[in-house]
């Protein structure tokens, strides 16, 4: 089966600082990768996917992922980071429900950002 | 969370009572699907339903129910078999089908409503 991990339960960076926010995966096959923010008490919002293809992929509100094959990681980075970037990230990975072309989403356990001022 | 309406946005349950959580959706996506999450943790798969009249069990499905006899509607039932209630619930809807080009950006990419708390009585 398909997973993902996050390995920091928290990533703390100075505002203007760059920021990473670390995703590796265990995949059969070829690998459809997500990344997610969820801001407090609302639900997730979609920031990126990796298909195939450039291994930088560019998404939403500045952000990128990078994904290294070797090293079998998806992690999410922004050169410059912004106070309000303060959440809950979540790494995902697409996997089958074993018929037809049916999917489903599993995600990672979460990363806390907080950008200090 | 544009598309997709959750409600209401808190509940309370009384022990032995059941109740439904709503989840609404106008992206005409066929897949939808319910989460639950408990404070500090991630997203826990409860149901999942493909088509209408069709749906799956998730890793968590033991409590609750679903229908879905409306492709834009996928409501959620916590019955009283559910002993430990108390989480977020967040609903999400997916396309699914389509090949190639545009299609295969688009799939596969959920989009959540603002999600229920729940709490018991």
């Known amino acids: 089966a398909q997973s993902v991990a996050q390995p920091e339960d928290q990533v703390n960076v100075a505002e203007g600082n760059p920021l990473t926010v670390k995703c590796t995966y265990s995949v059969s096959g070829n690998p459809y990768l997500f990344w997610y923010v969820q801001y407090p008490n609302r639900g997730l919002q979609f920031l990126l996917k990796y298909i195939t293809g450039d291994n930088l992929v560019k998404g939403s509100y500045g952000f990128e992922a990078e994904f290294n094959k070797s090293q079998t990681s998806f992690h999410l980075k922004k050169p410059s980071a912004l106070v309000s970037d303060s959440a809950l990230y979540f790494c995902?990975?697409?996997?089958?429900?074993?018929?037809?072309?049916?999917?489903?989403?599993?995600f990672g356990s979460g990363t806390r950002l907080s950008i200090r001022p | 969370d544009g598309g997709i309406t959750q409600s209401p946005k808190y509940l309370f349950r009384k022990e032995g009572q059941n109740v439904t959580l709503s989840c609404e959706q106008n992206?005409?996506?066929?897949?939808m699907y319910w989460y639950r999450q408990d404070p500090g943790q991630g997203l826990r798969l409860i149901y999942y339903s493909q088509i209408v009249n069709d749906f799956q069990k998730g890793d968590i499905a033991e409590g609750y129910s679903v229908s879905r006899e409306k492709k834009e509607s996928f409501p959620l039932t916590v019955t009283s078999a559910q002993k430990n209630p108390t989480a977020f619930y967040l609903c999400?809807?997916?396309?699914?089908?389509?090949?190639?080009?545009?299609?295969?950006?688009?799939?596969?990419?959920?989009?959540f409503g603002a999600g229920t708390r729940l709490s018991v009585l």
């Open positions: 995902a990975v697409r996997d089958y429900w074993g018929y037809s072309s049916a999917s489903k989403i599993i």
């Open positions: 999400a809807s997916s396309i699914e089908t389509g090949a190639g080009g545009i299609d295969e950006l688009a799939k596969n990419i959920q989009y």
């Open positions: 992206l005409n996506h066929d897949a």
